[in-house]
């Protein structure tokens, strides 16, 4: 069971595919692509407990020689002393430029192994084998690799594409509901910035997918990187367009930040932040009441977060700002139908007060 799509960007390019209960292929799949003998199996003690054996046997299967690695499981090991250690055992484990680098796990494990895969030995091949619904729809297509830097996320890193993205649905099943949940946020995003058909069907099919229903879990996967690859194909680089991916992450962000990382997963801190983002296109007469009305919907039904537990101008005071926006105001990704955003960087603190105002949660509301 699976399908296959393509990122299209020249010699970069690159299949995607979708599977249900074919880890024990993907030596083959990858056999087929590139000649390495030898691979570096990057994963967390978590993925790895649960997955390992599986793709390192796969891969053994195949002719690979495997060298592997399990780093402890967080956002604080996405770093460049974890990025040390993956050097240091690549290099004693003789991983040569022919070698690949395979990304086993979240966007974690997934952003870090890249970055290693981008800068051991100026870049060798790296797949990505995504285990959570972010990861399988988000991060492990486009090639933003990065680690983190103590004065900001993501602050170290570089454009790097993969060659095989190999996402195994079935891996969903031991997923954590919280973590699929806050997927699921980034796919009702797609739906809402460049696909009403589709948001129409996460609508329809909102139970079956947290069922994990087998068939729409690797439709949901397919048409969100279908999404997100039509616009990495365009720009892979964020020079324009690739920011509408930024959907609910002006607000999402600053809840992030506020709360130190510490109390939302991003995908919930951009559920809150589209539901705001929305309420501001209507304060612009941009949108109708109807939009924010049908994704605040979909998003409260998966339990997500919608409602903003700070005071407005506690949220302002954080956004970033855009340095090339008059008066360095922040940049909304706003929506103007279902399917339909624009990037808009003039926002007047008024217009983003009255929206958060709006959308305030009430004193004892979770989140
Ligand atoms: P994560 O990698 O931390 O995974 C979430 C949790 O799920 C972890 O505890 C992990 O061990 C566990 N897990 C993973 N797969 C599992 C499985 N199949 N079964 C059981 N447990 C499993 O978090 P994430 O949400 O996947 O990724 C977040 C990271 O992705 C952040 O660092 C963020 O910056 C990055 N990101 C990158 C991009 C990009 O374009 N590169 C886009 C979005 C997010
Ligand atoms: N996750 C946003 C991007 O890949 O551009």
Redo the contacts with the bound molecule.
């Keep these: 069971m699976g399908v296959e799509l393509k990122v299209n960007l020249g010699k970069r390019s690159y299949p995607i595919l979708i599977v249900s209960s074919c880890l024990p292929q993907l030596g083959r799949h990858l056999a087929a692509l590139m000649p390495a003998t030898r691979v570096f199996v990057v994963t967390?003690e978590?993925?790895g407990r649960?997955y390992g054996e599986q793709v390192t046997r796969a891969l053994r299967d195949a002719g690979f020689e495997v060298l592997y690695r399990e780093l402890p499981?967080?956002?604080k090991y996405?770093s460049l002393e974890s990025a040390g250690e993956l050097y240091t055992q690549a290099l004693e484990g003789g991983l040569e430029r022919q070698s690949a680098v395979v990304a086993l796990?979240?966007?974690?494990?997934?952003?870090l192994a890249g970055f290693v895969a981008a800068t051991y030995m100026r870049g060798i091949p790296f797949v990505q084998v995504p285990?959570?619904l972010?990861?399988q729809v988000?991060?492990s297509v486009?090639g933003?690799?990065a680690v983190n830097h103590p004065l900001g996320?993501?602050m170290i890193g570089c454009f790097y594409q993969p060659r095989l993205v190999f996402a195994d649905v079935a891996?969903?099943e031991?997923?954590?509901l919280r973590?699929l949940r806050?997927?699921l946020a980034e796919v009702i995003k797609y739906g809402v910035i460049q696909d009403e058909d589709f948001f129409e069907f996460l609508e329809e099919n909102l139970e079956r997918i947290l069922g994990l229903d087998q068939d729409v879990l690797i439709e949901v996967v397919r048409r969100s990187c279908a999404i997100k690859a039509g616009i990495v194909e365009k720009d892979e680089t964020e020079r324009g367009l690739r920011a509408i991916l930024n959907f609910g992450h002006t607000i999402g962000h600053a809840l992030e930040v506020l709360t130190k990382y510490q109390v939302y997963?991003?995908g919930e801190a951009v559920a809150a932040g589209m539901v705001v983002a929305a309420a501001i296109a209507e304060e612009k007469g941009l949108c109708g009441q109807d939009l924010t009305m049908r994704l605040a919907g979909i998003l409260e039904h998966a339990r997500l977060p919608i409602r903003i537990p700070f005071k407005a101008e506690e949220i302002i005071e954080v956004l970033p700002r855009d340095k090339k926006a008059q008066g360095g105001r922040p940049r909304f990704v706003l929506p103007v139908a279902l399917g339909q955003v624009v990037i808009d960087a003039d926002v007047g603190r008024e217009v983003i007060r009255s929206a958060l105002e709006r959308c305030q949660a009430k004193r004892g509301e979770r989140f």
């Design positions: 967390n978590v993925v649960l499981d967080g956002e996405k796990g979240g966007g974690v494990i997934g952003d285990t959570t972010l990861a988000d991060s486009g933003k690799v996320k993501n891996t969903l031991t997923l954590p973590e806050a997927g997963r991003h």
